[in-house]
């Protein structure tokens, strides 16, 4: 079953990070993961790989059928389905590794902002789980679904004079990026009859380098985020210090996909070191709390993760045992490696173009005297999965692909061939493509449904308005007490209505 096996990996997990006797992801594992090379796919999208992810996921996608989410009679060809019970496995992994209680895991917004998720955990976790927020929208969101006000880090590079005064009226943990949002804050500071919960931090660049991908790396010197931290600005730090004595915390965030433990420990472990000398410096404990951002890398290749966040934990300890000392409230900012794997995203394929120089059908044969892939159009696209067209050659945002027969059952692979097939989506420019050079079945027919794994992070929260596509439905999972699997919709698809109105036609009718 789709949820019993992640729940038994899961387990699995467990059990090797309290014995200690095994770490779940070696470096050079890691390296592996995160390069995402031609050999890699040809492993993974084959035979084997392909059959073990169709017998997993097959319950969940008869259900999907019995219950209509898919159905050519309603126009719905398009849904993504998130696991709720491995999302819980998951967060049990990261409060069992950090399990004292000065910390707070504040989740990244931007990765999976809908309500229906985070208020799950939020509600589940109370005194344990927040939310990180890189906008006051965000950061808004996370306060009207009921979250704690000293729960929500808002994080933006950019904030405005009015955003600042509501956030500190909310009493939100306030991360400030520069010189500029911290005079402003002062000001606000000094207004007569002000009254506030909210606590600062400052964002520093503790110049550990930057991991494998370069628009996900953020503590190089090219960075746009926070104050420079090295021998050569600490004095200028220290000043910021001593000038707003109001600043309480620091924070770094490394980068995301393509960072390793390694230069992910180095980022956390240099703001608690420059926490340790600006307060010896300062004379007293000024700072309180240290945020060492998130950045655990997930894979996209395989069910697990890359990751076990007890290993994590380990890598850190192992550096720097004062890190847990609990002197300091320590904040994380974990996203991708909470949330994407535990997300899938299922279309109908809503035309085959075939390539092949012995067809009868001329279109096909001229493809295949071209040596061109197979072409299967489906109903998503750049408008939710934007960093994989836009990054398709690099395919350090690639995913794995499963295809079912349009009644839901498994494909018959045993006897036929695999073939390339290019993964087009709906939307009018040449670039909107998914994926290239897939391994598929050659048997797959209109209609059928096709599996994106590994949607749950950074694909629906970046969706683009571009054709005015509607957004579509978005369905959580659950096992109830008798193990049948359960849909909930906690986002209907958008009417058409609903889409043209982001474009106000109402003032012009």
């Known amino acids: ?14 059990l090797l990070s309290k014995n200690c006797l095994h770490t779940l992801c070696t470096q050079q594992q890691l390296k592996r993961e995160m390069s995402s090379t031609k050999d890699d796919w040809s492993v ?11 017998s997993i996921i097959q319950p969940l996608i008869a259900q999907v059928l019995k ?21 819980d496995e998951r967060i049990e992994n990261l409060l069992e590794a950090f399990h004292e209680p000065f ?34 929208e965000e950061a808004s969101l996370a306060r009207a679904i009921g979250t704690k006000s000293d729960h929500i880090v808002y994080d933006s590079p950019v904030k405005t004079q ?11 943990y306030i991360n400030t990026d520069n010189i500029k949002e911290m005079e402003m804050i002062d000001s606000i500071l000094k207004k007569p009859g002000l009254q506030t919960s909210s606590t600062f931090g400052v964002r520093i660049n503790p110049l550990v380098g930057e991991g494998g991908i370069a628009m996900s790396s953020t503590a190089g010197k090219s960075s746009k985020f926070g104050l420079f931290y090295c021998d050569e600005t600490f004095d200028s730090l220290l000043e910021v210090f001593k000038r707003f004595p109001w600043l309480q915390g620091v924070h770094c965030h490394v980068g995301s996909q393509g960072c390793s433990l390694d230069l992910l420990s180095n980022g956390a472990l240099a703001i608690y070191r420059a926490a340790e000398r600006l307060n010896a410096a300062l004379g007293e404990q000024q700072i309180k709390c240290l945020d060492i951002g998130g950045g655990v890398p997930t894979s996209y290749t395989r069910d697990k993760e890359a990751v ?16 847990f000392s609990g002197k300091y409230r320590v904040i994380t900012e974990f996203g991708r490696s909470v949330f994407t794997k535990y997300g899938m995203t299922l279309t109908h394929i809503s035309c085959v173009k075939g390539s092949d120089v012995d067809s009868v059908d001329a ?12 072409i299967l159009l489906t109903h998503v696209g750049s408008n939710a999965l934007m960093r994989e067209a836009y990054q398709l050659a690099i395919k350090a945002w690639r995913r794995r692909f499963t295809v079912f027969n349009k009644e839901g059952s498994e494909k018959e692979i045993d006897s036929q061939d695999f073939c390339k097939y290019d993964v087009a989506g709906p939307l009018c420019f040449q670039g909107d493509y998914i994926a290239k050079d897939v391994l598929l079945p050659r048997d797959i027919s209109n209609g059928d449904i096709l599996a994106i794994h590994d949607t749950g992070g950074y694909t629906y929260s970046l969706y683009s308005h571009y054709n005015s596509r509607s957004p579509h439905a978005v369905y959580t999972v659950q096992k109830n007490h008798n193990g049948k699997l359960e849909l909930k919709c906690i986002k209907p698809k958008a009417t058409v209505n609903e889409t043209i109105q982001f474009w106000n036609y109402e003032q012009f009718q």
């Open 44 to 54: 993974f999208d084959g035979k084997e790989h392909f059959k073990t992810r169709s």
């Open 363 to 374: 279109f096909d044969r001229f493809r295949g005297k071209s040596n061109e892939n197979r």
């Open 103 to 136: 910390f707070l895991h504040a989740l990244a917004v931007k990765s999976q902002p809908f309500a229906g998720i985070l208020k799950h955990a939020t509600t589940k976790y109370p005194q344990l789980i927040g939310l990180e927020c890189a906008s006051f």
């Open 67 to 87: 219950d209509k989410l898919l159905d050519d009679a309603s126009d719905s060809h398009l849904v993504d389905v998130y696991d709720l019970d491995a999302f």
């Open 162 to 172: 009015q955003e600042l005064e509501k956030a500190i009226e909310c009493g939100f």
């Open 308 to 323: 076990s966040f007890t290993e994590y934990r380990k890598v850190l300890q192992q550096k720097e045992p004062d890190f």
């Open 1 to 14: 079953m789709f949820i019993r096996s992640v729940t038994l990996q899961r387990s699995f997990q467990r």
